[in-house]
């Protein structure tokens, strides 16, 4: 079994910055891909940013410039960073993960979501 556990995330003011942060745990042989997710109400899910298990990362142009993602592939755990946050950042952010385990070879794992709002 594994497990996404977020952490960060909250209130902050426009132009402001958050951090967060995903931690992978369980029977995990390695991952691939780890990447940020979000959904706003009334809205479908929508990529936010990846990095690759060699450190290449790939961002959505709304976030371009603003947002930075890492991972630190020793503790099994991804980074957002986020900077000159917008009101249009709010929503609900997932972690995702492309993790292969002994007993279940390659699966897509995801995280319990943490609301970020940019709201003055």
């Known amino acids: 079994q594994v497990q996404l556990v977020e952490s960060g995330g909250g209130l902050v003011q426009p132009g402001g910055s958050l951090s967060l942060s995903c931690a992978a745990s369980?029977?995990?042989?390695?991952?691939?891909?780890m990447g940020w997710y979000r959904q706003a109400p009334g809205k479908q899910r929508e990529l936010v940013a990846f990095?690759?298990?060699?450190?290449?990362?790939n961002y959505a142009d709304s976030v371009k410039g603003r947002f930075t993602i890492s991972r630190d592939n020793a503790k099994n755990t991804v980074y957002l960073q986020m900077n000159s946050l917008k009101p249009e950042d709010t929503a609900v952010y997932y972690c995702?993960?492309?993790?292969?385990?002994?007993?279940?070879?390659?699966?897509?794992?995801w995280g319990q979501g943490t609301q970020v709002t940019v709201s003055s």
């Open positions: 995702n993960a492309d993790v292969r385990t002994w007993a279940l070879g390659r699966q897509d794992y």
């Open positions: 369980g029977s995990i042989f390695s991952i691939d891909a």
């Open positions: 990095v690759t298990s060699d450190g290449s990362t």
